[in-house]
């Protein structure tokens, strides 16, 4: 079974700093996808980015992007220019690769999470 | 519809009492996912659905819990004879087709239904 491990509870940074988010994670396949998903305080799962293993380049989305490690197995989330909007729970997720379109299952992994906080 | 909506949002109930959680995914979505997150932690997999089959319930934790989906679009999880230990943020996802090794895809969540027995 795949496990997600996010090992900072807390994380704060400067408003329009920048500040990276870690996760590590265990797998034996060599096919998959990882994911970063915002919750802010109003509960809702936001997704922010995502990474196909397949792909040597990290992939970014704005002020987001992602440092993606295979070999170590590590996937973590760099955010710049931080803003208020940006403060919530993150969290990193593991889907594995699906075998058949009729029968796959997609079903998400996820870590611990990782609260962070703004400071203006 | 617009997004995945869940009801009720909020349902408090005695310990021992039935209770049904409603999940309707938007629109056309093929796949629907029910995950249960506890305070403080990550959304945990519970069952996931294929149309109106359910391909995995592995993640159900006892046979207490329960879910169907029987014309391929609301789904409804039960939980029968409730504990406090399954108070907890109950999530429903919805995605537009079965997965595939390649393209791109998201897992659109609804906004939860949180379940306090007493």
């Known amino acids: 079974a795949q496990t997600v491990t996010q090992s900072q509870p807390e994380m704060s940074v400067q408003e329009a700093e920048t500040v990276t988010l870690s996760c590590t994670y265990d797998t034996s396949e060599s096919d998959y996808y990882l994911f970063w998903y915002k919750q802010p305080p109003s509960r809702q799962m936001i997704l922010v980015i995502r990474?196909?293993?397949?792909?040597?380049q990290n992939a970014t989305e704005n002020r987001f992007s992602v440092n993606f490690q295979k070999a170590a197995k590590s996937f973590s989330l760099k955010i710049s220019d931080s803003q208020l909007g940006d403060a919530a729970m993150y969290f990193c997720a593991y889907r594995s690769p699906v075998l058949s379109p009729l029968f796959g299952n997609e079903k998400l992994t996820f870590g611990t999470g990782t609260r962070l906080t703004i400071i203006p | 519809g617009a997004g995945v909506s869940q009801s009720p949002r909020y349902k408090v109930t005695k310990r021992g009492q039935d209770v049904a959680l409603r999940c309707d995914p938007i629109s056309g979505h093929v796949s629907l996912y029910w995950y249960r997150q506890a305070l403080g932690q990550g959304p945990e997999f519970l069952t996931y659905?294929?149309?109106?089959?359910?391909?995995?319930k592995s993640g159900l934790p006892n046979d207490r819990f329960s879910a169907e989906r029987p014309e391929g679009s609301i789904s409804t999880l039960t939980i029968q004879r409730t504990e406090q230990r399954d108070s907890a943020m109950y999530r429903c996802a919805s995605s537009s087709r079965p997965g595939t090794t390649l393209g791109r895809w998201e897992q659109f969540f609804g906004p939860g239904t949180r379940l306090t027995v007493l």
């Open positions: 990474q196909e293993a397949y792909k040597q």
């Open positions: 659905f294929n149309y109106e089959a359910q391909q995995d």
